[in-house]
């Protein structure tokens, strides 16, 4: 059957340190893949896209790897702050769902100071 | 910037009722989306449409339909409200099929 999970419900890491977080699916051809902030109340919020044919892609401190082998991406925040505390989606897109996206159920990210 | 607004932030029906979820927003996009998130389940679509009175059943559409009458306003109706439709209703836009998605800020929606 097809999957997009997010390995942990919940991370906690201390300020300043990288936050890395993990999304893998199986049984999908993804087009591309994204990632979401998602804070309480709130409704989700893009950060990144990275392509299947891409490896990485950066963003001020947020870094997103893409490897179709592993069937796996990594999400990375750099120098994190409690402010970067929030839940974290990824999602994907397959090419065989050109108007559908599939969200996995989030991580949520505490970074304590 | 994109806005998506939602009619009500905080909604409390009892069983039986009909309810009304709006959704508006202002960027022209062609396609609109109504998800539900419960702990631990994620997002999961209900309905979605890729133009003006069309629409197509996502993963989980039963007990809900759909109405875009105009491109701005997708609405989300549940006929008869049941306590297992509790949730948090989350509308989304995007300008084309599979790109980002701009969502709303969602509706936590009670039945009793």
């Known amino acids: 059957s097809q999957k997009i999970e997010q390995n942990s419900e919940a991370l906690n890491i201390q300020e300043g340190k990288t936050a890395t977080l993990t999304c893998n699916y199986t049984n999908y051809s993804p087009a591309y893949l994204q990632w979401y902030r998602q804070d309480p109340g709130r409704g989700p919020v893009f950060l990144l896209l990275?392509?299947?044919?891409?490896k990485e892609k950066r963003k001020e401190r947020l870094k997103v790897t893409f490897d179709t082998t592993l069937k796996q991406s990594l999400f990375h925040i750099t120098a994190s702050q409690p402010a970067d505390s929030a839940t974290y989606l990824c999602a994907l897109r397959a090419f065989s769902s050109a108007s559908k996206i599939i969200f996995g159920s989030g991580t949520r990210l505490s970074i304590r100071p | 910037d994109v806005k998506v607004t939602q009619s009500s932030r905080y909604l409390v029906k009892r069983t039986g009722e009909k309810v009304f979820l709006e959704c508006v927003q202002d960027m022209d996009h062609e396609n609109m989306f109504w998800y539900r998130q419960d702990p631990g389940l994620g997002l999961r679509l209900i309905y979605f449409?890729?133009?003006?009175?069309?629409?197509e059943k996502g993963d989980i559409p039963e007990g809900y339909s759909v109405s875009r009458e105009k491109k701005e306003r997708f609405s989300l109706i549940l006929e008869s409200a049941s306590t297992n439709q509790t949730s948090m209703y989350l509308c989304a836009s995007s300008p084309g099929t599979g790109e980002t998605q701009y969502f709303g800020p969602g509706t936590r929606l009670l039945v009793l």
């Open positions: 990275i392509r299947e044919n891409e």
């Open positions: 449409s890729y133009d003006v009175k069309m629409k």
